[in-house]
């Protein structure tokens, strides 16, 4: 469990379960409640559309949701310096923090199997774990709930992109 701090300050709970590479993440939204599922190849964000259950196919999540101990011991320890240990919910990790020009200083404090406990941009916490529990996850945690209406994003793009297409060829 964690919180998400937007910019305004505003504070969103999230839970995530993870199993390797499937992430499941429950959040309350001021727009409402939504659930994004990653399950290997697929990605789905599941939200409720005036009481219909809506999974909307998102292709490029599973990118996102590898599992964080490679980058930590692989990409993050080229980029970053170890520059301590941290302690956040009763969990300890190794901070690490990163300057660039582009992107000012970015810390982080994970565990060693991955979990990120707290993260920073420019000084301000931006996400910050509130309890970690480990064991073996359901599997159907990670599947798609009986009855949901599946709508594919990536599809739909590129109707949108085509139809726009044939309006501009039409006009010419």
Known sequence: EANL?????????????????????????????????????????????SGRLIALRASGLTEQFSNPADAWQGELAQDATRTGNCSVAGENGAEWTKTTTEEGTDTVCVTEDGI???????????????????????????????????????????????????AKQRQN
Do not use: C, H
């Open 5 to 49: 701090i937007g910019e305004d300050g505003q504070t969103m709970p999230i839970v995530m379960i993870r199993d390797a590479g499937k992430v499941r993440m429950e959040m309350n939204a001021a727009e409402g409640a939504s659930t994004i599922i990653t399950n290997g190849a697929d990605s789905y964000v599941i939200t409720n559309q």
């Open 116 to 166: 990120i406990l707290r993260a920073t941009d420019d000084g301000r916490t931006v996400w910050e774990t509130t309890r970690v529990q480990r064991g073996a996850q359901d599997a159907a945690l990670f599947e798609l709930p009986a009855g949901v209406q599946v709508m594919d994003l990536g599809d739909m793009g590129a109707m949108m992109n085509q139809a726009l297409e044939q």
